[in-house]
């Protein structure tokens, strides 16, 4: 245990100092701290590689991290599952995997996540017929508000899709189980060309590849293609655009990119169709306002609808743009300016990064929100595990379904 220690995030935008890390080694010390601080009427976080925008992990209470819950407790190659503790990183699971022939479906380009964390946040990766990484959860274990130790499956998929993107709030993950498929290489290829350009021909490119997004850059006004096909399905020459950078490699080495330079950052989810008008006002009023002072590309990506209740993806394709700021420079003005042209196209915010959004707003944009909260109540029917920012994004839920059953 290490007490008063300051906790700082990777960009450096989220400070604060638990009145303690704890470290636990097993499933029954994590308990025993559920159950201490449940006593006791203190909250607890769960905090992976701390790679977040948002203050999700924030307390004043008590901090735990799952740097001791490492490796692969089982797999399956006939059922392409394997089971891992949750304190692993991306890219420590992608290195292992590819060990015993296994590889994940999707994965974006950080790879220093935790795996619990980046499926806990909805966090993705880019292609139309690719779910986000939540999806890949079918079951583990975890430990309760109450400081029960449970295990999780597909059998109950109520529970499963309330588990998929719940931020910590429904218990500690200790182990997870994946739905994988065979290791397998990817041919990436990187194109320059203007937006215009691009913009008439992003339909064709999102559906003719297994992954595309694009990077556009407000001071060029030019864009940055990247389109990632297994090696046996490599497309043709994109005839617009001129080819800058191509390799071939194991999903792990070649979706991830390096990144030296730190930033903050907002994205939100849109509904497919909406993606390229809302990125068009957002050029719009970056060139106009922002240009100068703002030289960070912005990310358009595609993920496939799914049904986790929290997913900023549930129910819709969608679109996903990402705005992003130097660390250590004021950002607020930048995003708060372009965060309401979002909005008005029914955005979802990314739960792990910067956005203003209360319950209020954020319940509308929701359909299964009431489902979700039945369910983390059922869990942690106290609010162990709801820090003052976590009720911030719930709390009218909460007082307005005070006298509900189950809230009892």
């Excluded at 390096?258 to 909406?274: C, G, I, N, T, V």
Aim: aromatic content about 10%; proline content about 4%; glycine content about 8%.
């Amino acid at each position: 245990m290490t007490k008063k220690e300051n906790w700082v995030n990777w960009s450096g935008s989220i400070k604060f100092s638990p009145a303690s890390i704890e470290k636990p080694e097993t499933e029954e010390q994590i308990a025993l701290l559920v159950q201490r601080a449940h006593q006791a009427g203190r909250k607890i976080r769960v905090v992976g590689a701390g790679h977040s925008s948002s203050p999700l992990v924030a307390t004043k209470d008590t901090l735990v991290s799952l740097e001791n819950f490492k490796g692969v407790h089982q797999y399956d190659l006939k059922s392409k599952t394997a089971t891992l503790g949750a304190g692993m990183t991306v890219d420590e699971v992608n290195e292992d995997l590819l060990d015993i022939g296994l590889a994940v479906l999707n994965t974006g380009d950080v790879d220093v996540q935790t795996m619990a964390g980046a499926i806990s946040t909805g966090t993705h990766g880019s292609g139309i017929k690719l779910k986000n990484l939540s999806s890949m959860l079918i079951g583990g274990r975890l430990v309760t508000g109450t400081g029960q130790i449970k295990d999780f499956t597909a059998d109950s998929m109520d529970l499963l899709n309330s588990l998929r993107v719940s931020m910590g709030t429904c218990g500690i993950f200790t182990s997870i189980t994946l739905q994988l498929e065979e290791a397998y290489q990817l041919y990436r290829r990187e194109w320059c060309c203007h937006t215009d350009i691009a913009l008439k021909h992003v339909d064709e490119l999102i559906q003719g590849n297994r992954n595309f997004d694009f990077y556009w850059y407000p001071r060029s006004d030019e864009v940055k293609l990247r389109t990632l096909n297994r090696c046996e399905h490599t497309m043709d020459a994109i005839p617009y655009a001129k080819q800058v950078e191509e390799k071939a490699g194991w999903v792990g080495e070649i979706l991830p990119k390096s990144r030296q330079l730190k930033f903050d950052e907002m994205e939100y989810a849109l509904p497919y169709e909406a993606g390229p008008l809302c990125f068009q006002e957002i050029r719009k009023r970056m060139k106009e306002k922002h240009r100068e002072t703002v030289g960070w590309r912005v990310l358009y990506r595609t993920v496939k609808a799914d049904e986790a209740y929290l997913s900023p993806a549930f129910g819709r394709d969608t679109v996903t743009i990402s705005l992003h700021h130097n660390a250590g420079l004021p950002f607020w003005r930048f995003f708060q300016d372009i965060e309401p042209i979002f909005q008005a196209y029914a955005g979802r915010p990314h739960w792990g990064k910067k956005y203003t959004m209360r319950a209020a707003e954020l319940q509308a944009l929701y359909p299964k929100w009431e489902q979700f909260h039945q369910v983390r109540r059922q869990l942690d029917p106290e609010g162990v595990f709801l820090s003052p920012f976590m009720q911030a994004i719930f709390e009218q839920h909460e007082h307005r379904k005070q006298n509900n059953v189950y809230a009892r």
